[in-house]
């Protein structure tokens, strides 16, 4: 029951190789890898969007694999405390993780779990037992970046709705560049000039948008 549940979980977040949308995560992946041609010091980014459930968590997931395929290192950590995914895609719920890291004093390097199935590595939420805000606000979590940037090539940091939590703004002041996902004919307008507004505020750069469950998904440079 435990196989089948870990192998339906991985179904509905990872595109298979030869699908539509895994092409399409090939496109996002040239954006964002011509964007650190360009911007060699963006190593950091942060995947939101501007509400629950539009598919932030699988954009963040396959974009980490598709940049590791191009022979990068890729570090994927899960911010969201509120309602954490990647663990338990990767089968590492369980294990310490980020919260650890920042409100127990664990080492960043002995929290880093590799993922060889994809060539990636990962830090998961970890067991939530502080506050979501009190984790986000700790000088710990720039050390954690910090760390992050200079050792590997690229960054991805799930987390939450910028609508729904003020935790991904706790984040931009800290990452390179934002990536905002909006759900094709879900997400209404409003919602997303909120969401502009917010990043923005916060003193988040925006790199794009990645438009979920279109006909095929895509991404758009700047908003």
């Known amino acids: 029951m435990i196989k089948s549940r870990k192998v339906d979980i991985k179904s509905r977040y990872l595109a298979r190789w030869n699908s539509l949308s895994n092409s399409s995560f090939g496109n996002l992946v040239d954006n964002i890898c011509w964007n650190a041609l360009e911007n060699k010091d963006d190593k950091i980014y942060l995947i939101t969007s501007a509400s629950l459930r539009e598919g932030k968590t699988t954009v963040a997931v396959n974009l980490a694999i598709n940049i590791a395929k191009t022979g990068k290192k890729v570090l994927l950590i899960d911010a969201n405390l509120r309602n954490p995914t990647i663990g338990e895609i990767f089968n590492v719920r369980e294990?310490?993780?980020?919260?650890?890291?920042?409100?127990?004093?664990?080492?960043i390097k002995?929290?880093?779990?590799?993922?060889?199935?994809?060539?990636?590595?990962?830090?998961?939420?970890?067991?939530?037992?502080h506050e979501p805000f009190e984790v986000l606000t700790s000088p710990?979590?720039?050390e954690t970046l910090d760390y992050a940037k200079k050792n590997y090539d690229f960054v991805i940091i799930d987390?939450?709705?910028?609508?729904s939590y003020a935790d991904p703004l706790l984040l931009c002041p800290l990452v390179d560049q934002v990536v905002?996902?909006?759900?094709?004919?879900?997400?209404?307008?409003?919602?997303?000039?909120?969401?502009?507004?917010?990043?923005?505020?916060?003193?988040?750069?925006?790199?794009?948008v990645v438009l979920n469950r279109e006909r095929f998904s895509s991404f758009?440079?700047?908003m």
């Open 180 to 208: 905002f996902v909006i759900l094709a004919d879900k997400t209404e307008k409003s919602e997303v000039l909120i969401t502009k507004a917010k990043i923005l505020n916060a003193e988040g750069k925006i790199l794009g």
């Open 220 to 222: 758009h440079n700047g």
């Open 95 to 107: 294990l310490p993780g980020l919260t650890q890291i920042i409100c127990d004093g664990m080492s």
């Open 110 to 129: 002995s929290i880093i779990f590799p993922v060889k199935e994809y060539n990636i590595c990962l830090i998961p939420t970890g067991n939530i037992d």
């Open 159 to 163: 987390c939450t709705a910028v609508n």
């Open 140 to 142: 710990k979590i720039a």
